[in-house]
């Protein structure tokens, strides 16, 4: 049952490869995730309900750079000018000296956190309602 609930979430491994270029290594310390990858993703079950991955790729295009104005948070953040330090791949997310940038007891960078949700926000209702009215 795992196995059917993991498999479509293993098959869009090609959109983490293409937009951010990771993948499981080729390493003896994986062939057990890649063999059996390999096998669900080859069982007739699976290939049956399969996206092309020109498909997958395209659809998944949008959150890679940015466009999709789907959840402010994970756009915003995925931005790179925008991701905090402790979300950028040079850190070590399990370095307990790690603190993530956004704790913060500042008033003023409080205020400015704010601010640009607030801003993000307005946009983000501005498309909607463009996009309601066909424009």
Request: charged share 35%; hydrophobic share 30%.
């Amino acid at each position: 049952m795992g196995d059917v609930a993991v498999a479509p979430y293993m098959d869009r491994m090609c959109v983490l490869k293409k937009y951010r270029d990771f993948e499981v290594p080729k390493e003896e310390a994986y062939t057990k995730w890649h063999t059996w990858t390999s096998n669900i993703l080859t069982h007739s079950a699976v290939k049956e309900t399969q996206q092309p991955r020109d498909k997958l790729l395209k659809a998944y295009k949008r959150y890679a750079d940015c466009t999709a104005r789907t959840g402010h948070f994970y756009t915003y953040y995925a931005r790179p000018e925008n991701t905090p330090e402790w979300l950028k791949p040079d850190k070590d997310i399990n370095d307990p000296y790690t603190e993530p940038d956004w704790i913060t007891n500042d008033k003023e960078e409080m205020a400015n956190r704010k601010a640009a949700e607030d801003e993000l926000q307005a946009d983000m209702d501005e498309e909607l309602a463009k996009s309601k009215k066909g424009i």
